[in-house]
């Protein structure tokens, strides 16, 4: 097979403080891949600005302008990590045979990106990187996810254990994953319906190297949240089988209640009487929240709402080439990522 076209996508939230060692590092491994004609020497890095307030943007544009493997895509605001990758992946996908997303940090090795495209040469249309070890993550943050895919297993979701985002995507897999037409996009939950032939590569996790994660527990737990209800109707079954059962349960206690008044022993009874309004109460109130949590789903899908809105493609509309190339001096690389003029 022809050495093919990669893309490596990686969506960027407020990275201003790792982004310069992640467009190095990747750089270098692009320019060493090409180098031994394991990909196409079209090959690029596909930075997704994801509505950032600090300089990633500017970063990355001076990076374009420089001309080397960095090219970049602003959406116009926040649209969430899921959703940056997926912009990514959308923009990339006419200009190249397969794709690579990961995240700003490299937490995930990316020394291992070789054996994906080593695995799309065999065959393989998708190539999950798995993390073998998480002793870095705090423990905190490993016995929650770890739990996360556990649950979501137990809830009849097919997730690949332990892998994040790091993937590899034949363009004929991303084809397919936009035909999934929802909108809350849940891509750990969704790729795997795909098929196709896939393959797993495994890869020891790392600290993140600055910054600070944007998933704080509020974020994760939304995340975890969304993809259970998106992904599995188990939660509203379960709230049908407490109703059953409470159903069954207060059909036994009406019996024995009778039986009591029956023996004339109905003095006594506040207590159980109080306990089970705040009981059942507390339930429906519970399997009320929780089934307007599915219908908030499907009025958030019946809008049909972009999910995402694309301000600058400089992937796939190059800046003209009198902005690369033309009276650019030193003086202008040297400057200051902020005191560099807009494009529109
Ligand atoms: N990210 C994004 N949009 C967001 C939040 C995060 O594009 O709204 C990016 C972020 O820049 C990073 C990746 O998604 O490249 C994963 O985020 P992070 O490393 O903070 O998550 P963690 O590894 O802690 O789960
Ligand atoms: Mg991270």
């Known amino acids: 097979m022809q050495a093919p076209l990669l893309t490596i996508v990686i969506p960027c939230y407020n990275e201003e403080e790792i982004l310069p060692e992640t467009i190095s590092a990747l750089s270098a491994l692009l320019e060493d891949m090409i180098g031994r004609h394991q990909v196409d020497q079209g090959s690029r890095l596909l930075f997704v600005d994801d509505g950032s307030k600090d300089h990633t943007w500017k970063i990355i544009y001076k990076e374009i302008i420089k001309g080397g493997f960095v090219k970049g895509l602003k959406l116009a605001r926040n649209a969430g990590h899921q959703n940056a990758l997926l912009a990514g992946i959308s923009a990339a996908k006419e200009a190249s045979d397969c794709m690579v997303t990961i995240d700003a940090d490299l937490q995930d090795d990316i020394h291992v990106i070789p054996s994906f495209i080593e695995r799309f040469k065999e065959g393989c249309e998708i190539v999950y990187g798995v993390r073998a070890k998480r002793k870095t ?174 301000d600058m493609d400089l992937f796939n509309f190059p800046l003209p080439r009198h902005l690369l190339n033309g009276e650019r001096t030193d003086e202008y690389y040297s400057m200051d990522a902020g005191q560099l003029p807009e494009t529109n």
């Open 137 to 310: 993550d705090s423990f905190f943050k490993r016995t929650t996810a770890e739990s996360f895919y556990k649950l979501m297993g137990r809830m009849g979701v097919d997730l690949v254990y332990n892998h994040a985002d790091f993937r590899l995507m034949g363009r004929r897999a991303v084809e397919e994953l936009e035909k999934f037409g929802e909108s809350n996009m849940f891509l750990r939950g969704i790729v795997p319906l795909i098929g196709f032939k896939t393959a797993e590569v495994y890869y020891d996790r790392k600290e993140r190297l600055a910054g600070e994660t944007k998933y704080p527990l509020k974020k994760m737990l939304a995340f975890a949240f969304d993809g259970i209800t998106s992904f599995s109707i188990t939660p509203i079954r379960m709230v049908l089988l407490v109703g059953v059962l409470s159903f069954l349960g207060s059909l036994g206690f009406g019996g024995y209640f009778l039986l009591l008044k029956f023996f004339g022993e109905t003095e006594t009874g506040w207590t159980s009487l109080i306990t089970s309004i705040w009981l059942i109460g507390g339930l429906q109130l519970m399997g009320l929240g929780l089934v307007g949590e599915y219908i908030g789903k499907i009025y958030k899908e019946t809008k049909r709402r972009p999910k995402y809105i694309v």
